[in-house]
């Protein structure tokens, strides 16, 4: 029985075959994993409808392979043939997320999260890698959708418990009948928060092409030539312009430091990035342009949409590339409850579990290269939006405060504008304003919700 690359969807054609889960003689069960496939959009696990054996691998690790093209042989199993014959079977959850600057078109109209994950200030329970999906985006087997749609149960609504956190059957048996006990029956099951992890393995290098003792070629292909493509079209695109000014972040530290044990409490990891978040948003409140995308084709080619809701960026450095997860409604999510959900998209993105939910819809994008080093950079606008802000490391250095030199924690903050929509002087009021809430985190108290 042949099985075949199915339809991943949006557009996807062809993939990379990353690894292979399984080899000729395997018996595999119902929604096991058999490969991870890479795309230009994602990297997504390829799951069996039902038990069989493994026969043949007709395509190799490193290869591109087209939808519709058999990459395996099973026997044994009636199941292995709905697999290769289903055109368009429900699509797994997308593991890795599409790369920074990889945005919809301007056209496109920004898509909004339909659901927030539990933050463990109200709840105890709440999974650290459930709660931000779409239903279509779980990972589940055509077979296990069916059952939930038979059960009239939501597959965002629980955990699973298959390998990493792919809906079983019994999920939906477990929770169904939990459903009918009562609401704390099911709470015993839910998996506790999971602790984002401090740093990600290496990338494992790709099949190379034509090796030799002084050079390795790679192809440019999935993510990294999405990235590619993005950043060129960014820089072929929007005008850059770019701002630097240096901030004293001492009460910020302080009060950062005090902050910590009551988020530690909480099983939250307090940084400093969900103080930055609240005193971007109050700039972009003042200098809404900044929060807005030029639109340059279709019907409404030439006008300035300004966003009145603040979903913001927050790129990351992962084995798979630069990827950008976004904080929907940040203007409407407390402090605690923001370094919560980027410590969830943080474990998510070391983990693969990145939907494509949770990388839509951003207006406006912060960068953090502290952790590395470096004075300050001048980073790329993340298209279609118009401006991103980048930050460096927190470091004491002499600093003239009141005529007398003290030593001061500071650091250097960097904003790139589109010069098409934002003028340069208000690109730098932004950092004024910014920078305001920074030197006096407490002011954020006048900004909450």
């Not at 059952?147 to 079983?168: F, H, I, Q, T, Y």
């Not at 992962?318 to 410590?343: F, N, S």
């Not at 003239?400 to 589109?418: E, G, H, L, R, Y």
Request: net charge neutral.
């Amino acid at each position: 029985m042949e099985f075949k690359l199915p339809d991943i969807g949006e557009g996807v054609h062809e993939g990379e075959i990353v690894k292979w889960l399984v080899k000729p003689g395997d018996q595999v069960k119902e929604d096991q994993p058999l490969v991870e496939v890479m795309t230009d959009k994602a990297t997504v696990e390829i799951p069996s409808i039902s038990a069989g054996t493994v026969e043949k691998l007709n395509a190799k690790e490193g290869d591109m392979v087209k939808v519709g093209q058999v990459i395996a042989t099973l026997t044994g199993s009636a199941g292995a043939a709905k697999v290769a014959s289903s055109a368009a079977p429900s699509k797994p959850v997308e593991q890795a997320a599409t790369a920074a600057l990889v945005a919809p078109k301007p056209s496109s109209a920004p898509m909004m999260a339909s659901a927030k994950p539990q933050s463990p200030i109200s709840s105890g329970t709440a999974s650290a890698v459930s709660y931000i999906a779409e239903p279509g985006n779980v990972l589940a087997s055509p077979a296990t959708r069916r059952l939930a749609r038979e059960m009239g149960v939501n597959l965002s609504d629980l955990p699973g418990s298959g390998p990493k956190g792919r809906v079983m059957k019994e999920d939906i048996q477990r929770f169904s009948a939990a459903s009918v006990a009562g609401p704390t029956s099911y709470a015993s099951h839910a998996p506790m928060p999971m602790a984002a992890k401090g740093s990600i393995a290496p990338q494992r290098p790709r099949s190379p092409l034509a090796p030799t003792e002084r050079e390795t070629v790679i192809p440019l292909r999935g993510m990294r030539k999405r990235i590619a493509e993005g950043m060129r079209h960014s820089k072929d695109t929007a005008a850059h312009f770019s701002y630097v000014d240096e901030c004293d972040d001492s009460e910020l530290v302080k009060f950062r430091s005090e902050m910590k044990k009551v988020a530690e409490e909480k099983g939250i990891k307090l940084t400093y990035l969900p103080f930055l978040i609240k005193a971007a948003i109050a700039g972009l409140k003042k200098f809404p342009y900044l929060n807005s995308s030029l639109v340059e084709e279709g019907a409404q080619a030439g006008n300035i949409v300004v966003k009145n809701y603040f979903n913001i960026g927050i790129a990351m450095d992962t084995a798979d590339g630069l990827i950008v997860p976004v904080i929907k409604d940040a203007d409407k999510k407390t402090i605690m409850e923001i370094a919560y959900e980027i410590q969830t998209l943080a474990e998510k993105a070391a983990t693969k579990k990145l939907t494509a939910e949770d990388l839509k819809g951003g207006t406006f994008t912060i960068t953090n290269a502290g952790t590395i080093g470096g004075l300050f950079a001048t980073p790329i606008i993340n298209h279609p939006e118009v401006a991103i802000l980048g930050f460096n490391k927190i470091a004491k250095r002499p600093h003239v405060k009141n005529d007398q030199i003290v030593i001061a924690d500071m650091t250097w903050f960097s904003i790139s504008i589109d010069h098409r929509v934002v003028d340069g002087a208000d690109g730098a009021r932004f950092m004024n304003e910014f920078m305001s809430f920074v030197a006096n985190p407490k002011k954020l108290m006048l900004e909450m919700i």
